[in-house]
Every structure is written in C-alpha cells, then in structure tokens.
C-alpha cells in the first residue's frame, strides 16, 4: 500500500489528530498501518515527543520502529529548534528510518512539522523537498472555518510551485451545524485549488472510523 505525507496549511489544524485516527481506522480493520513524525519541536518534560505519545495511543512500536527521528525541546520551527540545540536535521536520516518502517509495514502514514512551508535545515530545504525525497503523494488537513479559502488556496499554490504531490484535502473540525460560508467552502476550494475535498472530520474524540476509512479509500483512487 502507498504511504501518505499528511501536511497542512498551519500548526495546530489536526494533523496529529488526524493521522492517529486513521491509524486506529486501518489498523481496525486489519491494515498493519503506522504512524511517524520525523521531526518533533516542543519535547515534553519526560524527553518525549507529545505527538509520538498520541501515536501510541493507538500503535505500540514494535522493535526498531522509529515514531520520530528528530526531538527538539523548543517549539519552534525545525531549522530554528536545531540550531539552538547545536544539531542538524539530516534528511538521509529520516529517509532511513522511513525506508524501515515501510520495509516492516503495509503502509506509513507521515506527519509533516506544521505547515508546508515549513523550513527543516534552511530556506533551500523544508517540508516540500522531504516530501520529494520521500516520493510520496500529500494529503492536505485545512480548517474548515473562517479563512480557510485564503490558507488552504495559498498552500496548495506554494505546494504546486514546489512540485509537491497534492492529491486532495480533508477539512478538520468541521461542525456539526456549520454556517452557509462553512457550507459553501468545500466547493469554492475544489476550484480555487483544483484538489478534490476528500473528507470532512470533526477532530472529535471519538471519531467516527468509517469516514477516515472512507478518506483513505477515496485517496487511493486519486492514485490510479
């Protein structure tokens, strides 16, 4: 099965959230589906990473899985974080511990550090390249409130510039009685971004499983 970068338009839209339902989805249904974050700025006191906690939640690693290759302290962006902690943030690295996970797994399930244009060693080398490097297709987590048509129009944009592989959005937190703008969004997005909405979740607690495996289905069929 192909593996998914799961990016979104800014810090804090439920990426996290996200993936981890979508991992317990498949995995409920006999998919060996797993998570990983290569890069984690905001280290919990304990030394480990709060969403490498969410991930376990739902996924006990087994021996050699590697949730998260970088942990940083700071919550700041990645190139930032490392270079206050004297490190550097090699991709080669994350390409390893990825090519691992795929090796033992039916599917890795990515996790970039906040949004897209987010720089991971410097201005030549973020978000964007290391989905290259990974060669993996991109699902896009957007608000589904007020200012989404501008975020969500100027990622994919800055997205397509880089030759990132898009091949849909889900919008988060999508409510249960939303307002005529939220209601209007999706169709606007479909075309000032040229991606289809693949889902609409409600970033709940209990998610509903079905509709995140219904979203990987449909992202599977943007493949063919």
């Known amino acids: 099965m192909p593996g998914i970068f799961v990016t979104g338009t800014h810090s804090n839209v439920g990426k996290t959230h996200f993936v981890t339902s979508l991992v317990k989805a498949l995995r409920e249904k006999g998919v060996d589906a ?39 302290d700071a919550k700041v962006s990645p190139h930032l974080a490392a270079s206050l902690e ?66 969500t129009t100027m990622t994919a944009a800055y997205a397509n510039s880089k030759n990132v592989d898009l091949r849909g959005i889900v919008l988060n937190r999508f409510p249960e009685l939303p307002s005529i703008g939220v209601r209007h969004n999706p169709e606007m997005l479909e075309r000032t971004t040229g991606l289809p909405i693949l889902g609409k979740v409600a970033d709940a607690e209990e998610p509903e499983l079905s509709a995140y495996r219904t ?3 449909d992202f599977l069929e943007t493949l063919k």
């Open 34 to 72: 797993v998570p990983y974050k290569p890069v984690q700025c905001g280290a919990t006191e304990e030394g480990t990473s709060p969403d490498a906690d969410m991930y376990r939640s739902v996924y006990e690693p087994d021996l050699g899985d590697v949730l998260c290759t970088y942990l940083f």
């Open 86 to 151: 004297d490190r550097l943030i090699e991709p080669e690295r994350i390409l390893r511990d990825y090519a691992f996970l795929e090796k033992m797994h039916d599917i890795v399930i990515v996790e970039g550090s906040g949004g897209i244009a987010v720089p991971l060693i410097d201005e030549q080398y973020g978000i964007p390249e290391l989905m290259n490097d990974l060669n993996l297709p991109g699902l896009l987590i957007a608000d589904a409130g007020i200012g989404t048509l501008n975020q």
């Open 215 to 217: 979203i990987y289905s």
